[in-house]
């Protein structure tokens, strides 16, 4: 499976930006999806989650209220609507798929495929 991230930018804080991913080679809702970030410097960290069907969710607690996770099963695509943006939001977001969906999937090593990632820089 192969996942293709875009949608980075650059904006200022209060600024929105939707980020997307589009998975091919397998069917797209055989796969919960998640999305993680790496600021320069630090670990990759947990951000959101989905599950197949798109019906459950979690978010990781600094983005609770300001991001949105969805996915459009009928186009292969992964979305994070980005509110409210704030400087410390800034990094390398990577989208991530498995099989399993629990809500214990904020370790990065439980995904086994990756996209390439895109880089949202939130300036004060």
């Known amino acids: 499976v192969q996942l293709q991230a875009s949608g980075g930018g650059m904006v200022q804080a209060g600024g929105s930006l939707r980020l997307s991913c589009v998975v091919s080679?397998?069917?797209?809702?055989?796969?919960?999806m998640t999305w993680f970030r790496q600021a320069p410097g630090k670990q990759r960290t947990f951000v959101a989650a989905?599950?197949?069907?798109?019906?459950?969710?979690y978010y990781e607690d600094d983005v609770m209220g300001r991001f949105t996770i969805t996915r459009d099963n009928r186009r292969n695509t992964l979305s994070l609507q980005m509110n409210a943006l704030q400087p410390e939001d800034s990094g390398v977001y990577y989208c991530?798929?498995?099989?399993?969906?629990?809500?214990?999937?904020?370790?990065?090593?439980?995904?086994?495929?990756w996209g390439q990632g895109t880089l949202v820089t939130v300036s004060s």
């Open positions: 080679g397998r069917p797209f809702d055989d796969y919960a």
């Open positions: 989905i599950n197949w069907y798109g019906d459950k969710t």
């Open positions: 991530a798929a498995r099989t399993i969906w629990d809500y214990d999937g904020r370790d990065a090593s439980k995904y086994p495929y």
